[in-house]
Nanobody, 125 residues
Framework: QVQLVESGGGLVQAGGSLRLSCEASGRTFSTYTSGWFRQAPGKEREFVAAISWNGDSTKYADSVKGRFTISRYNAKNTGYLQMSSLKPEDTAVYYC??????????????????WGQGTQVTVSS
């Protein structure tokens, strides 16, 4: 089992940046693929980014490519999502999640095993 806690959300103006963190406890974080998802009011939860267990592979949703960077620091059991050039449409609750360390970075929420509580990101116009 693993417990995940997101932090770093907040209110930011369009064009600004935020760095989200996902701290894991329980089973070592390095065992898992790390993913980020988001859910805006009235919308389904959607994939944002994922990174392999050793950090050698990443995948991004088209909507965030070139603006967001996913990373991890396994020695701290922590994953990160650096968000830059934020847009109002990025406003959502952001969730970190972990998947089995298979040789693919999956994008469907139901495929991920454990989830954090979410952190609110609000981008003002």
């Amino acid at each position: 089992q693993v417990q995940l806690v997101e932090s770093g959300g907040g209110l930011v103006q369009a064009g600004g940046s935020l760095r989200l963190s996902c701290e894991a406890s329980g089973r070592t974080f390095s065992t898992y693929t790390s993913g980020w998802f988001r859910q805006a009011p009235g919308k389904e939860r959607e994939f944002v980014a994922a990174i392999s267990w050793n950090g050698d592979s990443t995948k991004y949703a088209d909507s965030v490519k070139g603006r967001f960077t996913i990373s991890r620091y396994n020695a701290k059991n922590t994953g990160y999502l650096q968000m830059s050039s934020l847009k109002p449409e990025d406003t959502a609750v952001y969730y970190c999640a972990v998947d089995k360390p298979i040789l693919v970075l999956r994008t469907t929420p139901g495929e991920y095993d454990y989830w954090g509580q979410g952190t609110q990101v609000t981008v003002s116009s």
